[in-house]
């Protein structure tokens, strides 16, 4: 069975950071990655990690604050958070896919349960 186990989520000040870490089980993934999902709005990608972390990619708005990284032997996936701003605030989800690249919802297919991510301003 495959099992993908989000932690590190919490409430945390605007200007602030939260590392999130995702350890998966049963399989290892090509690609990785991290989506949220705000209330009322569409989940959206986050970042992506491909070739055991050799190439990593993000979406434009996390661009220099969030970095994801692979922690290969621990099967682990992690995404730290800086300068954290208000509109951060969703429920985020790692998933994992066989593709060699993927930043869709629709081609990832394995889900973790989510941790939640409040910034207060």
């Known amino acids: 069975q495959v099992q993908l186990v989000e932690s590190g989520g919490g409430l945390v000040q605007a200007g602030g950071s939260l590392r999130l870490s995702c350890a998966a089980s049963g399989r290892t993934f090509s690609t990785m990655g991290w989506f949220r999902q705000a209330s009322g709005k569409e989940r959206e990608f986050v970042a992506g990690s491909s070739w055991g972390g050799s190439n990593t990619y993000y979406a434009d708005f996390v661009k220099g604050r969030f970095t994801i990284s692979r922690d290969n032997a621990k099967n682990t996936v992690y995404l730290q958070m800086n300068s954290l701003k208000a509109e951060d605030t969703a429920t985020y989800y790692c998933?994992?896919?066989?593709?060699?690249?993927?930043?869709?919802?629709?081609?990832?297919?394995?889900w973790g349960q989510g941790t939640q991510v409040t910034v207060s301003s």
């Open positions: 998933a994992a896919t066989l593709r060699l690249y993927s930043t869709y919802v629709r081609e990832y297919e394995y």
